[in-house]
């Protein structure tokens, strides 16, 4: 048996590799890296073509390892030269983020120290850590003191559980959920009603109120239909603004909203997943009137505080509302109730084991302080701004709302085109050149191009070559469609 534990024994210390071995590694990962950030700059935004991920989704996994290099060589070319690059300061679709170096950092010691961050007894500083931070943006939003939540992998599932709070909160029984009404605008993001289906409250009536010509909430047909719903005896039980909608960047009238909420002893959420961490910005703290009356509200951080994917963030007004919401216990960790009295992130959410996400968070604002954020975002609303003047220019251009946040959204109508096709023709010849990126949408059916200016690395550099991107495309297509001009 000593023999059969001795050769097991040396073929598992594979998995513990020596020093040199380590060295090795992640010397190759570290000048990996440096080449990355050496190439970005003239990177492509957008990879056309998927193909070469083909290979990578047939290759084996091996019963011996491979060479680091060859393991590289794969990534580079199936995975990194794959689909958009969203570290790109030339990447404008959807909601950039960037992915900031410490954060690397920080992934890169809670891998190896594998703390564990969800209970308090099982790490106290890595809880601390998580603790902390979520203290700090409560703090930024106006929660107060008794204010609390979790760091989540995105504004989804911290949305989830949002949501399962309230639903708690506000008592909806089985019985009641066909009579529970849920009120949202026309551009509020897909996530609620997926979360509101995952919390099993399909049979929930969903009320889209309309929206002004800046696609805000509009707060009299709101309360109009709370009034309506209530007289036929249905349960205003949630209302959802948003603090910088995914389309156009608008911002609900949230000081409103949080009125016609608390009037009608309905839950209010404010979805600022996108907009969140303007906050910090001195030229967005507008929109931030009456966030703190908001009984819970998602913040991503892998979107406005620029970290690497896989960072949403879960606050409510008043912890106890999600630890009501999320408490379990099993014998098997009786251990832990030394520290009761300590918040422990697997208690107010519905991960138990994760990752020590916070590390990723604490790096970056530990390492390079607040003020480049501040700077940052409030560099990203004047450079909207500006792009948003450039193109207005440009002819035939026809533009949706100025940009309360860094997000717009414009078409060209030319005399004689049908503007659907003239436009997605241009929004696809952009993307297939690859050299910028922007994505589209449609607003109140209307078919538009869309920017979202948020990579920190997006400067006046990155924007004036996507207006010259967006004017090239266009002076040709208009040639094209009458040659004349
Ligand atoms: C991105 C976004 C979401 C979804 O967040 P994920 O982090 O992708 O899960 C929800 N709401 C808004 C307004 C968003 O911009």
């Given at each position: 048996m000593f023999a059969q534990l001795n050769n097991l024994a040396e073929e598992a210390r594979?998995?513990?590799?020596d020093e040199g071995e380590r060295k090795r590694w992640a010397q190759a990962i570290f000048a990996y890296t440096e080449g990355y950030y050496e190439a970005l700059a003239d990177s492509?935004?957008?990879?056309?073509?998927?193909?070469?991920?083909r290979d990578i989704a047939r290759t084996p996994i091996p019963e011996a390892g491979l060479p680091m290099e060859q393991i590289l060589g794969q990534f580079r070319q199936q995975?990194?030269?794959?689909?958009?690059?969203?570290?790109?300061?030339k990447f404008m679709g959807y909601i950039p983020g960037g992915g900031l170096y410490p954060s690397a950092l920080g992934d890169w010691l809670a891998a190896i120290?594998?703390?564990?961050?969800?209970?308090f007894f099982a790490s106290p500083g890595a809880a601390a850590i998580e603790n902390r931070l979520v203290q700090w943006a409560a703090n930024l939003m106006g929660f107060p003191e008794k204010a609390g939540g979790f760091l989540a992998s995105g504004a989804s599932m911290a949305t989830l559980s949002c949501i399962h709070t309230a639903r708690e909160h506000q008592q909806i029984t089985h019985k009641q959920v066909d009579r529970a009404v849920v009120y949202l605008s026309?551009?509020?993001?897909?996530v609620i009603t997926k979360c509101i289906h995952i919390a099993g409250m399909k049979a929930a009536i969903l009320r889209q109120i309309p929206v002004d010509e800046a696609f805000r909430m509009d707060p009299q047909a709101l309360q109009a239909q709370v009034e309506a719903d209530k007289a036929s005896g249905l349960i205003p039980f949630l209302l959802v603004g948003s603090?910088?909608?995914?389309?156009?960047?608008a911002v609900d009238p949230i000081p409103v909203l949080a009125d016609i909420a608390a009037t009608h002893g309905m839950w209010f959420h404010i979805?600022?997943?996108?907009?969140?961490?303007?906050?910090?910005s001195e030229l967005a703290?507008?929109?931030?009137?009456?966030?703190?009356?908001?009984?819970s509200l998602v913040a991503d951080p892998h979107k406005s505080l620029f970290l690497p994917y896989g960072t949403g963030l879960a606050l409510v007004r008043d912890l106890n509302w999600m630890r009501e919401a999320h408490a379990y216990m099993g014998?098997?960790?009786?251990?832990?109730?030394?520290?009761?009295?300590q918040v422990s992130p697997a208690d107010i959410s519905p991960?138990?084991?994760?990752?020590?996400?916070g590390l990723r968070m604490w790096f970056p604002l530990q390492l390079m302080g607040l003020a480049p954020f501040r700077a940052a975002l409030s560099e990203k609303i004047l450079l909207a701004r500006y792009a948003y003047m450039q193109i207005a220019r440009l002819p035939d251009a026809e533009m949706g709302p100025e940009p309360g946040l860094s997000v717009f959204v414009f078409r060209f109508c030319p005399q004689g085109v049908d503007p659907e096709a003239f436009n997605a023709t241009m929004a696809r010849d952009i993307q297939a050149q690859g050299q910028v990126f922007l994505s589209t949408t449609r607003l109140k059916g209307v078919f538009f191009l869309r920017v979202a200016i948020l990579c920190f690395r997006t400067h006046r550099e990155e924007v004036d070559l996507l207006i010259q991107t967006v004017r090239d495309h266009l002076l040709q297509q208009l040639e094209q469609v009458a040659p004349s001009h």
């Open positions: 594979r998995l513990s590799p492509p935004a957008y990879h056309d073509d998927p193909s070469p991920s995975v990194e030269a794959t689909g958009i690059n969203p570290t790109s300061g120290t594998n703390r564990y961050a969800s209970v026309s551009e509020t993001h897909h603090l910088g909608t995914t389309n156009t960047g979805d600022a997943a996108y907009g969140g961490f303007f906050a910090l703290r507008e929109h931030f009137e009456g966030v703190d009356r908001a009984h014998d098997y960790m009786l251990d832990t109730l030394v520290h009761a009295d991960e138990l084991t994760k990752h020590f996400r």
